[in-house]
Each structure stands twice: as C-alpha cells, then as structure tokens.
C-alpha cells in the first residue's frame, strides 16, 4: 500500500524537485536581470539628468531631441524660465525706482572755480557751498555729494534734515569729495549752516554758509 504510493511518488519528488530548482534558477536570474535593469534604469536616469544640466551649462540651447525626454524638456523650460526670470528681474529695479526707492542726487560745490568762492555784495569773494538753497520731496531719499575746492573744512548741519557732515578740506586743483543721505520725512523749510568756523562773513548770511532747504510734500 505504500510501496507503489513510494514509488509514484519518487519522479513526482524528482519532478518537483527540478521544477523548484529551474523556477529558483529563473527567479534568481530574473532577480539579477531585474537588479541590471534597474541599476541600468538608475544610471540611465543620472546620465540624462547629467546631460542635459552640462549643455544647458554650456550655452547651448539646441534641444537634445527626444532621448532626453522628460528630464531634458524640463530642464531646457526650467533653463528658459531662469533666463526669462533674470531679464524680468534685469528691468524691475528702473521700472521699480521711479514709484518705491525713488532717489534725488544734489551736487554742492564749496569755492568753485575759478572764483574760489561767491561774490559777496561788496564784491568781495566769500566762502559758500553752491548752491545754498535747494529743494527736496517728502520721502524722495536725497543723496548730497559735496566737492570742496576750499583748503579749510567746512560743515554741512541742519538740525531739523538730522544731517551734521564733516567737509574735509581739498584744494583748488584736487577737492575732497564728500557723500551724505538726506531723508526728508515731512514738509517745510529747513536751514542748514557751516558749524566750523570759517568765513565770518559766509557763516551768517544765507547763500554763503548758510541756507534753506524746502521740502515739498
Ligand atoms: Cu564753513
């Protein structure tokens, strides 16, 4: 009764047997194929990633054709949004400048050539910045340059603009050259002086060393 199940069951055992072993043998070459194929997927997917990056890089805006697919046409749009966003932003700070940050520049001349300074009503030649008297808008940031012909210092003070600027002293061929920023919070007329002592004359008379600022709103 067992025997002929035994033996019945012998070439069935064998049969199994190999049947297991040829499966496993599919399988595990199907799993290393799978694996090449991947690895292959993986490593074809940098290279494309790669390609597309070094030509765009370079310059070169030509399309890579179909084989780049996805990731080239992605790239090359990511490349032309990068482009077109950076001549947008090119423009933005002149079109910008004239509504947000909107700077004035004020030149001022402190003895110019060739006089060497302004005639006072005696006709006499007295220290004085040129202009003495400007204009300027509320919230209009000003930014003054001062150029000093004059070979003693001078200041620029006014209280009520919150400037106090050290004029350095320069010469008739080589002036110092001095910066400073103005920002005009609110309207009015505002007098600024020299606070160094210089020209006793120019220092109390406007248009010398001394003058007004207005400021509009
Ligand atoms: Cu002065």
Redesign the pocket.
């Known amino acids: 009764m067992g025997d002929p199940i035994q033996t019945g069951t012998e070439p069935t055992r064998y049969a199994v047997g190999i049947a297991t072993l040829l499966g496993g043998i599919v399988l595990g070459l199907g799993l290393v194929f799978g694996m090449a194929a991947g690895v292959g997927a993986i490593w074809s997917s940098v290279t494309a990633s790669a390609t597309p990056s070094a030509s765009s890089s370079s310059g070169g805006a030509a399309p890579n054709g179909a084989s780049g697919s996805a990731a080239a046409s992605n790239t090359g749009m990511s490349s032309m949004n990068q482009s077109g966003a950076s001549s947008a932003t090119g423009s933005a700070p002149a079109a910008g400048a004239a509504s947000a940050g909107a700077v004035q520049d004020v030149s001022l001349v402190v003895d110019p050539p060739p006089l060497g300074g302004r005639k006072g009503p005696d006709g006499h030649v007295y220290?004085a910045f040129v202009p003495a008297t400007f204009s300027m808008k509320v919230g209009v940031t000003v930014k003054v340059t001062v150029l000093n012909y004059d070979t003693?210092p001078?200041?620029w003070t006014s209280p009520g603009l919150g400037v106090n600027t050290m004029v350095p002293a320069g010469s008739s061929t080589s002036p110092s050259r001095t910066t400073f920023t103005i920002h005009p919070t609110k309207a009015g007329t505002f007098s600024w002086y020299?606070a160094?002592p210089?020209?006793s004359f120019?220092?109390k008379t406007n248009g010398f060393?001394r003058g007004t600022v207005t400021v509009t709103a």
């Open positions: 220290d003693l001078h200041t020299c160094t210089c020209d120019a220092m060393m």
